[in-house]
T-cell receptor
Framework: GENVEQHPSTLSVQEGDSAVIKCTYS??????FPWYKQELGKRPQLIID?????GEKKDQRIAVTLNKTAKHFSLHITETQPEDSAVYFC????????????FGTGTKLQVIP | DAGVTQSPTHLIKTRGQQVTLRCSPI?????VSWYQQVLGQGPQFIFQ???????GRGNFPDRFSARQFPNYSSELNVNALLLGDSALYLC??????????FGPGTRLTVL
């Protein structure tokens, strides 16, 4: 089955700096890669997603890149703000989000004011 | 516009008991997925249902079962509870594009 690895497990950055979280996946059939933000005690919130027919997607300060050959995808947050502090999860699905979505182990991001 | 709702928010059970968790999807969403999230880990896929049919099942024992109703709401049942079943149980609903939106979860504690 699919295996998603996520690094780093914790990340501290100064406010205004950039943050990068990296994930790798094992199933070459995976075609949908969402990213979720989970604040303490709250539900995971979909922040951006990318499908395998696209190499990069950007939404304001957040961008995701996908390298299908290397089975890597990454989340980039620019101009970080304290409210970006949360746990971020990457995920992968071989069915476009249907049937099964496999999550990474999470990255705890701390933005220091 | 209401999001995904789940009930109850918290639940305390003892080992060996049975529990039923409920989920109502976003209006118009026909697919519901269930996940288990243990503290400090990512959500683990349990089931996905679409139009009342099971579309996917994760690596969970047969003590876990689910169903989806004609109004697309769903129930997750867990029998013979173990201490290790203590977790946050999340429900997510999605449209045809597969993007999943999570509910607030049910915190289950097994004593």
């Amino acid at each position: 089955g699919e295996n998603v690895e996520q690094h780093p497990s914790t990340l501290s950055v100064q406010e205004g700096d950039s943050a990068v979280i990296k994930c790798t996946y094992s199933d070459s059939a995976s075609n949908y890669f969402p990213w979720y933000k989970q604040e303490l005690g709250k539900r995971p919130q979909l922040i951006i997603d990318i499908r395998s027919n696209v190499g990069e997607k950007k939404d304001q300060r957040i961008a995701v890149t996908l390298n299908k050959t290397a089975k890597h995808f990454s989340l980039h947050i620019t101009e970080t703000q304290p409210e970006d502090s949360a746990v971020y999860f990457c995920a992968a699905s071989a069915s476009g989000g249907y049937q099964k979505v496999t999550f990474g182990t999470g990255t705890k991001l701390q933005v220091i004011p | 516009d209401a999001g995904v709702t789940q009930s109850p928010t918290h639940l305390i059970k003892t080992r060996g008991q049975q529990v039923t968790l409920r989920c109502s999807p976003i209006s118009g969403h026909k697919s519901v997925s269930w996940y288990q999230q243990v503290l400090g880990q990512g959500p683990q896929f349990i089931f996905q249902y679409y139009e009342k049919e099971e579309r996917g099942r994760g690596n969970f024992p047969d003590r876990f079962s689910a169903r989806q109703f004609p109004n697309y709401s769903s129930e997750l049942n867990v029998n013979a509870l173990l201490l290790g079943d203590s977790a946050l149980y999340l429900c997510a609903s999605s449209l045809a594009d597969g993007r999943q939106f999570f509910g607030p979860g049910t915190r289950l504690t097994v004593l």
